[in-house]
């Protein structure tokens, strides 16, 4: 049976947080991205929130943190690991029979993900370096690919 309420996992740099200024300002400048916490704040009410990033833990965590979005997101939704790839079907698993949206910079997650369980939603943000140097991947093409996160609601809403 599934569940009513979609969930929508999220990686955090060059997704959530402007990575690029951080980098640039030697990691003193911790923001999001301009309509991150608008969209945020739109979808708490109607899908269950996660984190599905790749970082240490703690440093990723002060991200969300210094940001103010931390509060989206419970506990039990927050998955940061060193590889992603090794804890994907773990983290896909623990959300099976919910609608899930996979939101990521990175083409090879978003593959790797509908590869696992082909009625994931893939969602390419394709801004930051990856979005630059992404080699296409064969017999794969995102479910929708934009540019920041600004038509999430109405993605999540129509899909």
Same mark, same amino acid.
């Not at 996992?9 to 402007?18: E, G, K, P, R, S």
């Given at each position: 049976?599934?569940?009513?309420? &979609?969930?929508?996992?999220?990686?955090?740099?060059?997704?959530?947080?402007?990575?690029?200024?951080?980098?640039?300002?030697?990691?003193?400048?911790?923001r999001i991205?301009e309509?991150?916490? @608008?969209?945020?704040?739109?979808?708490?009410?109607?899908?269950t929130?996660?984190?599905?990033? %790749?970082?240490?833990?703690?440093?990723?965590?002060? %991200?969300l943190?210094k940001?103010?979005?931390?509060?989206?997101?419970?506990?039990?939704?927050? @998955?940061i690991?060193?590889?992603?790839?090794?804890?994907l079907?773990?983290?896909?698993?623990?959300?099976?029979?919910?609608?899930?949206?996979?939101?990521d910079?990175?083409?090879?997650?978003?593959?790797?993900?509908k590869?696992?369980m &082909?009625?994931?939603?893939?969602?390419?943000? %394709?801004?930051g370096?990856?979005?630059?140097?992404?080699?296409?991947?064969?017999n794969?093409? &995102?479910?929708?690919?934009?540019?920041?996160?600004?038509?999430l609601y109405?993605?999540v809403?129509?899909?």
């Open positions: 049976m599934q569940n009513t309420k &979609p969930v929508v996992l999220f990686d955090i740099d060059y997704t959530l947080f402007n990575t690029a200024l951080f980098k640039q300002s030697e990691l003193s400048k911790s991205y309509e991150v916490f @608008h969209v945020l704040d739109n979808l708490s009410n109607s899908v929130l996660g984190i599905f990033s %790749k970082g240490e833990t703690l440093f990723q965590k002060t %991200k943190e940001t103010g979005i931390m509060k989206f997101f419970k506990k039990e939704n927050v @998955h690991f060193d590889d992603k790839d090794i804890n079907v773990k983290i896909i698993d623990k959300y099976k029979g919910f609608k899930i949206f996979f939101v910079d990175k083409l090879e997650i978003l593959y790797s993900a590869k696992y &082909p009625q994931i939603i893939t969602v390419w943000v %394709k801004r370096p990856y979005a630059k140097t992404q080699v296409p991947i064969e794969f093409t &995102p479910n929708v690919t934009i540019d920041n996160l600004s038509n109405n993605i809403s129509s899909n």
